[in-house]
């Protein structure tokens, strides 16, 4: 495990300290194994783990090359560690390439939504139009917060609808969200282009959202950070949105987000091709395969 060499670092400096402050030991040996017990159990407390865990981010190409193979597919993935001002990638052309956002792009429309009031709340109901769909979540009533969750693509077209290009061009421009080019579709853009981002410019994005630099509301803010939860541990939480862009040769699939650790954020975005027999789409997997290799989160 990553985090192994904490305690090992943590005792030997230990250990020094104790020697050369020998009036510790006045009290006997009794005293200097009770001290030694102590620091063994402060150095293996899982909050402390994740900030030894840190320094591992240096094996990150090694890790994600293996997990990328295991799965058998391509693609980029791409890590920023708030704490160490680092960026640690896998694939540097991959990252730096733009792509249609596909999905990844309802947390900024969620946020257009919540803020010019096209809906009032994450809660509000969002009618069914009756339509049969590809995916049976998708065919019933929605709020913002399940249309998220489910990526129902109806409920977003409608909603951008209502908005207007015009509208959400200007939050586009506002947050200098990818190329920032939107066509002159208000409700296609983000599927088929002509929008585009890479995903160090999600990282971007995505470190405004969560330090509140964005021109949105903080209880706007506060509320789609809630919306994006997708795992809670003991010691972290992981935001994200996945995307899906079919309109690409091969299909990309996108999964951008963060976790937060009990002391440090680690923002992330994956770009992965998608394959005509399936491999790809576990997009969520994937990532946390990562993480669990390099020791930043825990089963």
Known sequence: MAGSAGPIRFLAGSARIFRAEPWLFESGRLWFLVCISMGAMVAAWPGTACADNALHLASLEEVASEVFNASGVSGGFVVYDEDNDEFHRFNMSRVRTQTIPASTFKILNSLIFLEEGIVECERATIKWDGREREFPSWNQDQTLASAFRRSAVWVYQEL?????????????????YGNGQLGTSADTFWLEGPLMISPEEQIHFLRRLRSGDLPFRP????????????????????????????????????????????????????????????????????????FLRLGLINN
């Open 160 to 176: 951008a609808r209502t908005a207007g290009r015009h509208r959400i061009q200007k939050y586009v421009d506002a947050v200098g």
């Open 219 to 290: 209880d706007v803010i506060d509320t789609v950070k809630t919306m994006m939860i997708d795992e809670r541990g003991e010691h972290y939480v992981v935001r994200g949105k996945t995307g899906w862009a079919i309109r690409t040769d091969p299909d990309v699939g996108w999964y951008v987000g963060y976790l937060e650790t009990d002391n440090n954020a680690f923002y992330f975005a994956l770009t992965v091709d998608i394959l005509p027999d399936g491999r790809g789409r576990d997009r969520k997997r994937i990532v946390k395969d990562i």
